[in-house]
């Protein structure tokens, strides 16, 4: 007794399957077992001496030091939900997952992810008044306060490739302050943002 075909997701397997018949034979035993499964991927442009740390299923992590092909230790169910996500980071790089989520069918081994570097953003404020303070936002993120006029640079860095856009978040009393090269694509190091603050009318100030 042979198993032809299997079922789907499951293994099963026959003992007592071969013998010689000399009466009625009821020891043969067939046994199925759901299918253990991995889930796998490839990980390009991670800089060298970086370390990024992916998890499946919020668990499992996985640590990765150098590109190339990788594999979750703990195997999945046929049929079980898989999650790939990145726990932590490497230092000035932002790793994004692709086929993050599916359903464990066969052997998952088309997860992508990828790793871009940051890059600085930067720029001069001109015409703050002496005592006064000016906050600015960087991709809609924390306030960055400003209380002197000179150069600037972000603390916060944004993804190389990526669009950035420079707005402020809170005016200077009895002054407006405009941003010029507010947006645009980080292909490189951005470091012509301009902030121009003048003083307000006195009858905007009523």
């Known amino acids: 007794v042979t198993v032809r075909t299997q079922p789907v997701g499951q293994t099963c397997s026959v003992n007592n399957g071969g013998g010689k018949v000399t009466g009625a034979v009821a020891d043969v035993q067939v046994t199925c077992g759901v299918n253990l499964l991995s889930v796998s991927g490839s990980l390009s ?12 299923n919020a668990g499992n992590d996985l640590t990765r030091s150098q590109n190339g092909n990788f594999q979750f230790s703990r195997l999945l169910p046929y049929g079980s939900r898989y999650a790939v996500s990145v726990r932590t980071q490497p230092t000035e790089q932002t790793c994004a997952v692709g086929n993050s ?8 081994g088309n997860v992508m992810v990828n790793c871009v570097d940051h890059v600085t ?10 005592g006064s303070s000016v906050k600015l936002t960087l991709n809609v993120g924390g306030d960055f306060p400003l209380n002197a006029n000179g150069g600037f640079t972000f ?3 944004t993804p190389l490739g990526a669009i950035y856009v420079v707005g402020v978040a809170l005016q200077p009393n009895g002054q407006t302050c405009t941003v010029v090269h507010a947006t645009g ?22």
């Open 45 to 56: 442009g991670l800089g060298a001496g970086k370390t990024l740390v992916l998890q499946n």
């Open 101 to 108: 989520l599916g359903t464990v069918t066969g052997t998952q």
């Open 121 to 130: 953003v930067s720029g001069r404020l001109s015409g703050l008044a002496s």
């Open 155 to 157: 603390p916060s860095k």
């Open 185 to 206: 694509t980080a292909n490189s190091a951005v470091s012509n943002v301009g902030v121009s603050c003048t003083n307000q009318a006195l009858s905007d100030l009523v």
